[in-house]
């Protein structure tokens, strides 16, 4: 064939689409930044999109056919982690790639798939060691608020045992679930209050989804400011925000691998040919898009595939694999960033920024330079000695 | 008042009414008399439109009706008294009495006559009881109060004495009498019980498998010829 | 949970040893404070055949509803026979132990064939495992035929019950009532709707089943009520209890039920 | 220690000077933490008109500095030379001081010190709250000397606490003892874990018996007030449920329509109510606060005309098919969702409260009942006032319901039953804007809202008996306090299957819901 | 009207030719390689295995909503249960192999569980999770029915109590500490009685296991309603208390073709796990028992190879939809949905009912 086809596989529809679709986007994005250089090995690159609409199943349906029907050499996407689970064995099967753009629990590791987003020590232990620092406000207590599922339990157990390394007592952590879609943070947000008061607390939020905006208006109503019990939250960022008045929320915190509003020369690219993209193809509410961790992860995924598939002079799978370990790229979060070859993690800095009454995030801390992930979190027993493939 | 030509009407492939004609004056007492299953009911909803006809025409008053919705029959002045009651079940048998002013507007349509309490005491007694929880009986006289109430040209009786007990039969039977007397109503009868319809009718109709068999005025309602028609 | 004798064969041992099948005692039914039926006491013998006629809103029906199930009475007891007490029993027990029932308004099984209102009436084991194994024994399918021949739906029997006219719905309903085989007969106006011939027919029916079964019929169609009385009982209802109560000839010329019922 | 400091520079400062010192300012534009909190406190302790004015900029973001660290506050595009107060142009390469949570705390601390005798009784309300969290000894003097001045009733009451709680720490028996005492009608629960240490740990016997009783007195009005705390969310849960399900309960419980688009229908109100306010901020921003008021009778009328749409092409064909409903409405569902998905993107879009629904009044001395869900309580309870008048108290109600029971007699009595079935069914679709509206106050605004509120509105309204609109109202009473009884118990997740399960339990009392209909006429 | 037509000459000979196709499928797929013009792609075999267990779901829901009038919103439950039972089998059979080489799956180890709880027990047997597949949906119908009907509870409260139920389910099998992988569930499954589950031989006895199995439920189906009990089970779906004055215990009938409908929507569960390689909570989300309702009201409610021919007929789109026009399938999806249900009242089956007469 004269082009080398590509899958895209995020919901499009259903409760995902609110994430995945910008992801997608991206990608495209991306692949049309590649072609218009001249694409890959000569040949242009052919986006093949499909919708798995939030359906488990489907997606693993949809990652069969575009391998085996359309036989894309690599495929990008999923958001949630049942979703990668539930494409992992088709990958396998028929051994092809698949680059996941989001931030996740670990606990996993796969040859056939390469993690451009945040293992859990390169996003929740820096925030919550921030948290217990002098600049972060000294937190003694903590409420790991959560989503219940596999991410966020998981996350918040790794956090307690970390926690409880640094001395902190079972009787100061107060960990609370809520189902998926739950909108009514009422008595939540009063617990969270009647916490506070045994002494300073913070919150660590892995809720995802459309949840995320009762919580912050019930917060933001509860009068519960970030200078009294600040929130650091794991899935929000400047694209769940803007479905958000942030007003209330100045001070809350997040913690990524890129935020918005790091300046630096590849990031106002970065940007740039984002918004003309959107004003181009005319999305929704193109004049107000944002971009966010996961769509730079995506971006960084999509080129490191691209020059790992030109340093392999091949698409073959094993190739581009044995290809992508060590491949550097200039990050839009500022770095160099590069595909461990041991793990098929990236190594990434971290950023914690404060929520800004533009919706945008202000950067508080960051690490010196990238961090290796560890997908197997040493405070997880039996974790040792797992950091290879 | 009323002129019905030639209609026709299928369920189906099963023809039901077969070029049925009628003609009936105001003041006047019809009653249409056939054994079970020949067509009667469907003749009145016809009429109601209530189903439509397939073929002929339906005039009141000159005005040909044949294509109008129930809803502006009614409006134009016809009121039925369907077999069966249909009364509304959940509504106050007070609320089913002002639904037979629907066609009314202002302060007559908020008012209900002291006269359908003379008539039907019972329904004054169960103002606040809901339509459905009526005995047989008493949802009967709830349909006739609700169809009177509406003072239509014409009113469609079919079966009006079903499962009323006989006193309020006379008494309905007087109304009607009333009704024709007073001279500005027409009045179309169906009816099984052949004495109450031969004291009330001026005139009659017989249908037999969706057709006209007979027909003639009161008188010869008696005659053998008639009353075959009638017999199993 | 008394499914015990769900469905099986009417129970044998109907104990009618004093000579009467049903026993209504101070039955009263309250309906949000009004009294639809009170201290209403009754009783059927066997093979008798009991007009019942009253006002409307007596309580006719009402009293019908306790004696099926349908209604529980706020007080007073209900016996069939010596031993069964239905106000104990579920609609279907009570439908097994051998009461059937006309209803006022005509209630068949719209979707089903005339064919197949008979035979979902027919007597038998109604329990699942028989229903789902059961063939229809040439016996069973004469049997079909003659009530189909009786109710003069002969030739209809493939058409949908919905579709009959009202008469018709009666007389299906009759029919289904007959393929019951039941001891205790209901009827709720069977001849409202009916012409004045089919009225006939319909006494006539009722004279050839008297003795048989019993049977209690509530009219107000007053020839069809002295043409079956005959000689026996018509009892009077008027607000939920007993009027009068005597033969027809005795029972018409009561002040009270010319008051109350025939008028004047 | 700088607090002390900072007390001390307020207690006996004396005229304010006109500008500010250069150098207490300089290290505010540098990077070492301590040193701006450290400038923060001595800004603070100037105690002028100018330090107030700098530090609320500097809350505010609105404080820049130049590459060389001076610094300067900007507003309308001017900029105010903090040190001297001189103002002029923006001078070039300004960039924003950052500040982060620690140092606006500390901000926060010193505007309330400076607050306390402020001239605004407001100001100083504020401050006494304010100080209520983290008052210290040392803080004493200045809140007795606050006290002294002091001439209105409640912050003079509520300063006594702060001084209580201040003297807590007091060395001096007595004095503890005092304030353990004037503490015994606090409501203020952060003082929990020093009372209890006081319980079990104080050298002085009384003071450890006076702590016991405080202590007592502090938990069972604590109790109290998360008990009508409870009451209070539930009434508010339940008011969100009523309003998602009172549409519902004109479609589905009187139409008998199975309206799977019915959470669309929500949703389109909510977007309504997101133009209306894009339009106030492009056209009439100074009247944004108001754009509600725009909002409600628009989403009512654009959610009625998608409903008077729907019902004309779709739904009309259906009557007497009520479970064909279920497959076509999913359909018109899914081709909502899509539309506004395709017109709007797949993101939350961002509705905000107007300012006088943010934030909420504190009762019982900590409990916080939000503006937005007060509003929401009554605006639902007219809303179901408004839908039973009309349903009982008009000549369209009695027609609505007749033709609900028998469409073709209500034809044969005059009634145009294809006019009442259009009219109703967008009343309903009208009611489920009105509640869309509300919803955008409260949650996301996507183009799946609907999907999050379809299943619990069934509920609600099945659970209440169909077609019962008393029903509805007690069913969403009923499941919004035993959700937040059950819920500081259970858990969210365990509340919410409880829940089901007492649903599932409860129709097996009441086959017909709550409010069955009852006789013949039932069936 | 009532009795299906559909079975007629043309309906049987359709059936026996649609059967062999479908058999045929995975057999072309084995013998001819990819690119020879009988190949029938394993893609493509994979997703009609697929579709065959939604059909076979869709044909149990029918036999309540469609002949005994009782419209469950919760069969996705009874599905997910089945998917469940089978799901301990295979996970269990995943061995050592699995992330952390223990003999308990990932997630358990995940939670420091020491040993299966006591409701694993037995299911490391192919046998036992077969019982439990057929039990376990059709105990909780039956005791779930039993006092659901003997309450008399009808129409659309008992669909809104089963929805209740499926959606207590989820939640509950949501939960990390429920024992079932919370919600990622179960996946990544290796073999199926000692052959590895991704193998073409495999895939192939799986898909034909599915065949043979709907084929066998839809003549059970048809038996079922075409004896004395389908009218049964029908004049319950008019008029439940009519029966009951002929002396039949609508009770046992409706719990009989619930539990029978349970068990079926099980087994098509069970089916649906090793062929699909996931199984978790969101199958049992409202909407999904919804959809299942939506298949058979496509296909035509009260026939029987109407859900199935829905079943297929909306997945199928589905699945061409979301490839091809990834940002509009929802549109035609939707729109197909109000056509049928405006143009074809009895459903797709009507379609060929109607060319038929
Ligand atoms: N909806 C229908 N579809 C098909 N046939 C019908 C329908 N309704 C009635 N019929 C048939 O049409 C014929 C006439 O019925 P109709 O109800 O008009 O009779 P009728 O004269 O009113 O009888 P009755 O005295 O018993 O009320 C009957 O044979 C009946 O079976
Ligand atoms: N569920 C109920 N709620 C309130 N009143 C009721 C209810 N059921 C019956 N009634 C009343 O009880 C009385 C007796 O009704 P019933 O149907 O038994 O009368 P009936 O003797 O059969 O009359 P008819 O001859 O008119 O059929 C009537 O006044 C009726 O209105
Ligand atoms: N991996 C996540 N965020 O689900
Ligand atoms: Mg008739
Ligand atoms: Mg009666």
Redo the contacts between chains.
């Keep these: 064939a004269d082009t080398i086809k590509v899958g895209i596989l995020h919901s499009l529809s259903g409760t995902m689409a609110i994430s995945e679709t910008s992801l997608k986007d991206v990608a495209l994005m991306t692949i049309d930044e590649i072609n218009a250089k001249g694409g890959v090995l000569g040949k242009k690159l052919e986006p093949v999109v499909v919708d798995p609409a939030s359906n488990w199943p489907l997606f693993a349906e949809k990652a069969r056919g575009l391998i085996a029907q359309d036989k894309v050499s690599v495929v990008f996407g999923c958001w949630t982690s049942v979703s990668r689970k539930s494409v992992l064995p088709v990958f396998k099967e028929l051994n092809s790639l698949l680059f996941y753009p989001v931030q996740y629990e670990g606990e996993e590791l796969e040859k056939n798939v390469f993690y451009t987003g945040a293992a859990p020590n390169q996003q929740a232990i820096p925030a919550v060691e921030y948290l217990m620092s002098k600049e972060g406000g000294s937190a003694k207590r903590f409420v790991l608020l959560g989503t219940d599922y596999v991410y966020p339990r998981t996350t918040n157990k790794i956090l307690r045992a970390f926690l409880k390394s640094k001395g902190v007592k079972e009787s100061d952590i107060d960990e609370v679930y809520t189902p998926f879609g739950h909108s009514d943070y009422q008595t939540i947000v009063a617990n969270i209050k009647k916490f506070a008061a045994g002494g300073k607390t913070a919150v660590i939020s892995t809720i995802n989804g459309d949840s995320n905006v009762p919580f912050y208006k019930e917060l933001g109503n509860a009068g519960l400011k970030a200078t009294d019990v600040p929130v650091v939250a794991f899935s929000v960022g400047e694209e769940e925000l803007r479905g958000v008045d942030t007003k209330p929320l100045l001070g809350h915190l997040a913690a990524w691998n890129y935020f918005e509003s790091v300046k630096n020369p590849v990031n106002s690219d970065f940007i740039k040919k984002w918004k003309a993209y959107a004003a181009a193809k005319k999305l929704p509410n193109a004049n107000t898009v944002v971009t966010n961790d996961p769509m730079e992860a995506t971006y960084v995924g999509i080129h490191m595939w691209a020059q790992a598939v030109e340093k392999a002079k091949s698409t073959d799978t094993d190739k581009v694999i044995a290809a992508m370990g060590g491949q550097t790229f200039k990050a839009p979060s500022g770095f160099t960033l590069t595909m461990d070859a041991t793990n098929h993690h990236l190594h990434k800095p971290v950023f914690i920024g404060e929520i800004r009454p533009d919706g945008q995030f202000n950067v508080v801390w960051k690490t010196p330079g990238p961090v290796r992930a560890n997908p197997w979190s040493p405070f997880i027993p039996g974790n040792e000695g797992k950091q290879k493939l | 008042m009323l002129q019905v030509e030639k209609i026709n009407q299928y369920y189906g492939a099963a023809h039901t009414l077969r070029g049925v004609s009628m003609e009936l004056e105001k003041g006047k007492c019809m009653a249409l008399l056939g054994r079970n299953g020949v067509g009667k009911t469907t003749l009145l909803k016809c009429l109601m439109g209530v189903l439509p006809v397939s073929a002929g025409s339906v005039k009141l008053e000159g005005r040909d009706i044949t294509r109008l919705p129930p809803h502006q029959r009614a409006r134009a002045g016809i009121a039925y008294v369907p077999q069966g009651r249909e009364i509304f079940a959940r509504l106050t048998v007070e609320e089913n009495l002002l639904m037979g002013l629907a066609t009314h507007s202002g302060k007559k349509a908020s008012t209900i006559k002291g006269e359908v309490y003379e008539l039907f005491p019972v329904l004054k007694e169960m103002l606040h009881r809901r339509g459905g929880d009526l005995s047989g009986g008493q949802q009967q006289q709830l349909a006739i109060a609700r169809a009177l109430l509406a003072e239509p040209k014409l009113i469609i009786l079919d079966e009006p004495t079903e499962g009323i007990q006989p006193s309020i039969i006379k008494d309905i039977g007087n109304v009607i009498r009333l009704l024709r007397q007073r001279g500005d109503m027409a009045i179309l009868l169906c009816e099984q019980y052949f004495d109450f319809a031969h004291e009330l009718a001026d005139q009659f109709i017989v249908l037999s498998r969706g057709e006209v068999v007979a027909s003639g005025q009161q008188a010869s309602m008696n005659d053998p010829e008639v009353k075959r028609h009638l017999a199993v | 949970m008394s499914s015990m004798n769900d469905g099986r064969i009417a129970l044998q041992g109907l104990d009618t040893t004093h000579g009467a099948i049903l026993y209504l005692e101070e039955i009263s039914v309250v309906f949000d404070g009004f009294r639809a039926l009170n201290k209403l006491s009754l009783d059927i013998s066997v093979g008798e055949l009991r007009c019942i006629i009253g006002p409307n809103g007596a309580g006719k029906t009402t009293m019908m509803d306790v004696i099926t199930g349908k209604t529980r009475p706020t007080s007073g007891t209900a016996f069939f026979g010596q031993t069964m007490d239905l106000s104990r029993m579920s609609e279907h027990e009570i439908a097994h132990a051998g009461i059937g029932r006309k209803f006022q308004r005509p209630t068949v099984f719209e979707q089903h064939t005339v064919f197949e209102n008979l035979e979902l009436a027919m007597k038998m084991d109604k329990r699942v495992r028989p229903t789902l194994f059961a063939r229809l024994s040439s016996e069973q399918r004469g049997k079909i035929d003659e009530i189909l021949k009786l109710i003069r739906l002969n030739g209809s029997e493939q058409r949908l019950a919905g579709l009959l006219s009202h008469g018709q719905k009666q007389w299906l309903e009759i029919g289904m009532l007959l393929m019951q085989e039941p001891q205790l007969i209901l009827l709720d106006e069977p001849v409202a709707g009916m012409s004045d011939a089919e009225t006939a027919r319909t006494a006539e029916l009722l004279n050839e089943l008297r003795g048989k079964h019993s049977i209690m019929v509530v009219e107000h169609d007053m020839g069809f009520v002295a043409e079956i009385a005959q000689q026996g009982v018509v009892t009077v209802l008027h607000e939920g209890s007993v009027l009068a109560q005597g033969r027809m000839d005795e029972v018409q010329a009561d002040d009270r039920v010319i008051e109350v019922y025939l008028g004047r | 220690m700088k607090k002390l400091l900072l007390l001390a520079c307020l207690l006996f400062a004396g005229v304010a000077r006109a500008a500010i010192d250069p150098a207490v300012l300089a290290p505010l534009a540098g990077d070492d933490p301590d040193a701006r909190v450290a400038a923060i406190a001595n800004i603070g302790a100037l105690a002028t008109d100018d330090a107030t004015r700098l530090l609320t900029a500097l809350q505010n973001g609105d404080v820049y500095a130049t590459p060389e660290g001076k610094l300067y506050i900007v507003a309308d595009d001017k900029a105010t030379d903090a040190a001297t107060g001189a103002t002029g142009p923006l001078p070039e390469g300004l960039d924003g001081v950052m500040i982060n949570n620690r140092l606006r705390g500390a901000i926060e601390e010193a505007l309330s010190a400076l607050k306390m005798f402020s001239p605004e009784r407001s100001q100083r309300l504020a401050a006494a709250i304010e100080l209520q969290k983290s008052a210290t000894l040392s803080q004493a003097p200045l809140i007795e000397k606050a006290l002294g001045k002091e001439t209105d009733a409640e912050v003079r009451d509520l300063l006594r606490l702060v001084a209580a709680t201040a003297n807590l720490q007091s060395p001096d028996a007595a004095k503890r003892r005092g304030a353990v005492e004037a503490l015994a009608g606090s409501s203020n629960a952060s003082l929990r874990p020093t009372l209890q240490a006081m319980v079990s740990g104080d050298a002085d016997p009384s003071v450890r018996i006076a702590a016991t009783q405080t202590l007592q007195a502090l938990d069972s009005r604590l109790a109290r007030t998360e008990f009508i705390g409870n009451v209070f969310y539930g009434i508010s849960l339940a008011s969100v449920l009523l309003l998602a399900a009172l549409g519902l309960a004109i479609t589905f419980g009187l139409m008998g329509i199975i309206n799977m688009a019915h959470g669309e229908l929500l949703m389109i109100g909510a977007y309504t109510t997101y133009l209306c306010q894009l339009a106030f901020r492009r056209w009439a921003p100074d009247a944004l606060d108001w754009y509600l008021a725009a909002a409600l009778p628009a989403a009512f009328v654009v959610t009625a005309a998608v409903g008077i749409a729907l019902e004309r092409t779709v739904i009309r064909w259906l009557y007497g098919r009520p479970l064909e409903t279920l497959l076509a409405t999913w359909g018109i569902s899914l081709i909502l969702m899509q539309a506004v998905r395709t017109i709007f993107g797949a993101q939350n879009v961002e509705v905000a409260n107007p300012s006088w629904m943010s934030g909420g009044v504190t009762v019982l001395g900590s409990l916080v009942l939000a503006y937005n869900r007060i509003v929401i309580i009554v605006f639902a309870l007219l809303v179901v006032a408004g839908v039973w008048l009309i349903l009982n108290k008009t000549r369209l109600g009695l027609f609505v319901r007749a033709v609900m029971q028998n469409r073709r007699m209500a034809g044969c009595v005059g009634v145009s039953s294809a006019k009442i079935d259009m009219m109703t069914f967008g009343l309903g679709s009208g009611i489920a804007g009105l509640g869309g509206v509300a919803l955008s106050q409260l949650g996301n605004v996507g183009p799946d809202l609907g999907q999050g509120y379809i299943v619990d509105s069934f509920m609600v309204v099945v659970l209440g008996g169909v077609g019962q609109l008393a029903g509805t109202v007690i069913a969403a009473l009923g499941l919004g306090e035993a959700n937040k009884f059950l819920e500081p118990v259970a858990g969210a997740v365990l509340a919410k299957i409880a829940i089901l399960i007492f649903i599932i339990i409860f129709i097996q009392k009441r086959p017909q819901g709550l409010f069955a209909m009852k006789g013949r006429s039932a069936e | 009207?009532?009795h299906p037509s559909l079975f007629s000459r043309r309906a049987w000979t359709g059936i026996v030719a649609a059967t062999v196709l479908l058999a045929a499928l995975p057999l072309l797929n084995l013998f001819f390689a990819d690119g020879h013009p009988l190949h029938v792609?394993?893609?493509m075999v994979?997703?009609i295995g697929?579709f065959m267990c939604y059909a076979l779901a869709a044909l149990a829901l029918d036999m309540v909503?469609g002949y005994a009038g009782i419209?469950s919103l919760g069969h996705g439950v009874f599905f997910a249960l089945g998917a469940y039972a089978h799901g301990m089998y295979l996970m269990r059979s995943i061995g050592r192999e699995g992330?952390?080489q223990s003999d308990l799956p990932?997630?358990m180890?995940?939670l420091d569980w020491k040993a299966y709880p006591w409701y694993w027990s037995g299911t490391d047997s192919f046998w036992v999770a077969l019982a439990l597949v057929v039990l376990v949906p059709g105990v909780l119908a039956f005791v779930f029915g039993f006092?659901?009907f003997?309450?008399?509870?009808?129409g659309?409260?008992f669909s809104?109590?089963t929805?209740?139920?499926t959606?207590?389910f989820m939640?509950?099998f949501?939960?990390?500490n429920t024992g079932f992988g919370?919600?990622?569930?179960f996946?990544?499954?290796k073999r199926i009685l000692g052959f590895p589950i991704?193998a073409p031989g495999t895939k192939a006895t799986l898909y034909l296991v599915t065949l043979a199995v709907l084929v066998g439920a839809l003549l059970l189906c048809r038996w079922?309603v075409k004896?004395?009990?389908g009218?049964?089970l029908?004049?319950v779906?008019?008029?439940e208390?009519?029966?009951?004055?002929?002396?039949?215990?609508?009770?046992?009938?409706k719990l009989?073709v619930w539990t029978l409908s349970a068990v079926l929507c099980g087994i098509a569960g069970a089916l649906y796990v090793p062929q699909?390689?996931?199984i978790?909570p969101?199958?049992m989300s409202?909407?999904n028992s919804?959809e299942m309702?939506?298949w058979a009201?496509?296909g035509g409610?009260g026939t029987l190879l109407g859900p199935v021919i829905g079943a297929f007929s909306v997945n199928g789109l589905k699945?061409w939809f979301?490839?091809a026009f990834?940002?509009?399938?929802?549109?035609a999806?939707?729109?197909?949905?109000?056509l049928?249900?405006?143009y074809l009242?009895r459903g797709l089956a009507g379609l060929v009912r109607k060319e038929q007469a």
């Design positions: 009207m009532n792609p394993s893609y994979s997703l697929k909503w419209l992330v952390y990932d997630f180890v995940f006092f659901a003997r309450s008399r509870i009808k659309v409260y809104i109590i929805q209740a139920m959606y207590a939640l509950l949501f939960r990390n919370g919600n990622n569930g996946t990544d499954f991704s079922i004896s004395k009990l009218r049964v029908q004049a779906r008019d008029s208390s009519r029966l009951m004055f002929i002396g039949y215990n609508p009770l046992w009938f009989f699909v390689g996931i978790n969101s199958e409202p909407a919804i309702v939506i009201a496509v409610r699945s979301t490839g990834p940002n509009l399938w929802l549109f999806l939707g729109l197909i949905f109000i049928v249900t405006r009242p």
